[in-house]
C-alpha cells in the first residue's frame, strides 16, 4: 500500500515538474535572449535602414533578415512582442543599426 502512495506521489510530482517547466520557459527564454546578440553580418559597424509606413512587425523582421543582418528572425519576433512591438509602436523612418547590438538594443531601439 505505501509503495502505491509513494509511486502516485511521485507521479504528481513530475507532472506538476514538466507543469510549472513549461510555463516558465517562455521567460527563461527572455530571459536568455535579452543580451543575446542579434545583429550579424554587417558589413560595416553601423548601416542605415528604413521601415514603410505600414509595416507590419513581420515585415521589419523579413526586411532584416533578408539583409543576412538578423541572427535569427525567429528570435527577434518573439523578443519584439513580447516588448510590445507592433502596430502602432512600429514607427516608419529611417534607423541607424549596429553591428554588436542585442535583441533588447534593437528592439528598443525601432520603438524610440
Do not use: C
Amino acid at each position: 500500500m505505501m509503495k502505491w502512495i509513494g509511486l502516485g506521489l511521485t507521479i504528481v510530482l513530475l507532472v506538476a515538474l514538466v507543469v510549472v517547466g513549461q510555463a516558465m520557459y517562455p521567460y527563461y527564454r527572455l530571459y536568455t535572449l535579452k543580451d543575446a546578440a542579434a545583429m550579424g553580418h554587417l558589413k560595416k559597424p553601423k548601416e542605415a535602414f528604413f521601415i514603410p509606413t505600414g509595416a507590419t512587425l513581420d515585415q521589419v523582421a523579413r526586411s532584416l533578415s533578408q539583409r543576412g543582418w538578423l541572427l535569427s528572425q525567429e528570435d527577434f519576433v518573439f523578443f519584439a512582442k513580447a516588448k510590445n512591438y507592433r502596430g502602432h509602436r512600429i514607427v516608419p523612418g529611417k534607423y541607424i543599426v549596429k553591428r554588436n547590438w542585442s535583441y533588447n538594443q534593437l528592439v528598443n531601439h525601432l520603438r524610440a
